[in-house]
T-cell receptor, first 115, second 110 residues
Framework: EPEVTQTPSHQVTQMGQEVILRCVPI?????FYWYRQILGQKVEFLVS????????KSEIFDDQFSVERPDGSNFTLKIRSTKLEDSAMYFC?????????????FGDGTRLSIL | SQELEQSPQSLIVQEGKNLTINCTSS?????LYWYKQKYGEGLIFLMM?????EEKSHEKITAKLDEKKQQSSLHITASQPSHAGIYLC??????????FGTGTRLKVLA
């Protein structure tokens, strides 16, 4: 069964450094998402992306965050200048279309640790 | 903004026992998703409910969306250690945004 893949599984970065998290969504999917889960807390929506542009973003997704679909297969989340509080599990998800009977499929996540 | 509240927050049951997890929304639900998460891993889709009164089953897990579409329940019959994990309900909040509940951590004792 097709799946969403994320790399790396674990990223350790110094505070202030830039980090790029990568995702390969399911190939025929059109809607892409990033979520964040701080340890012990709920899964929080960051951003949704469709037709090469951001559809919606949360208040968490400020100017230090950006997303890109550079080559038609990868979907990346960039954090420009990381802070300690960015440490979390980041999940990518994709969905085939906007029809309400289609679920999102999630990757296994990237654990980001900021030192 | 819409919120999803789950209860209980955690549950420890003996293998073979039945259990129920609830998810209550602050607004009408237009599609409610149930996912399972193992600690430190991704979310695995279990099932989706759309219509008030709808009930779906997959193996020993049954989920139902109430008629007023503001609450869903997930019921596990004859629980097994493989059912252990964190159960999350999720819903669309607006056109492109999805929210998740607080999660219910389930432990099944062999």
């Amino acid at each position: 069964e097709p799946e969403v893949t994320q790399t790396p599984s674990h990223q350790v970065t110094q505070m202030g450094q830039e980090v790029i998290l990568r995702c390969v969504p399911i190939s025929n999917h059109l809607y892409f998402y990033w979520y964040r889960q701080i340890l012990g807390q709920k899964v929080e929506f960051l951003v949704s992306f469709y037709n090469n542009e951001i559809s919606e973003k949360s208040e968490i997704f400020d100017d230090q965050f950006s997303v890109e679909r550079p080559d038609g297969s990868n979907f990346t989340l960039k954090i420009r200048s990381t802070k300690l509080e960015d440490s979390a599990m980041y999940f990518c998800a994709s969905r085939s279309d906007r029809a309400s009977n289609q679920p999102q499929h999630f990757g296994d996540g990237t654990r980001l640790s900021i030192l | 903004s819409q919120e999803l509240e789950q209860s209980p927050q955690s549950l420890i049951v003996q293998e073979g026992k039945n259990l129920t997890i609830n998810c209550t929304s602050s607004k009408t639900l237009y599609g409610l998703y149930w996912y399972k998460q193992k600690y430190g891993e991704g979310l695995i889709f279990l099932m989706m409910l759309q219509k008030g009164g709808e009930e779906k089953s997959h193996e020993k897990i049954t989920a139902k969306l109430d008629e007023k579409k503001q609450q869903s329940s997930l019921h596990i019959t004859a629980s097994q250690p493989s059912h252990a994990g964190i159960y999350l309900c999720g819903a669309a909040s607006g056109t492109y945004k999805y929210i998740f509940g607080t999660g219910t951590r389930l432990k099944v004792l062999a």
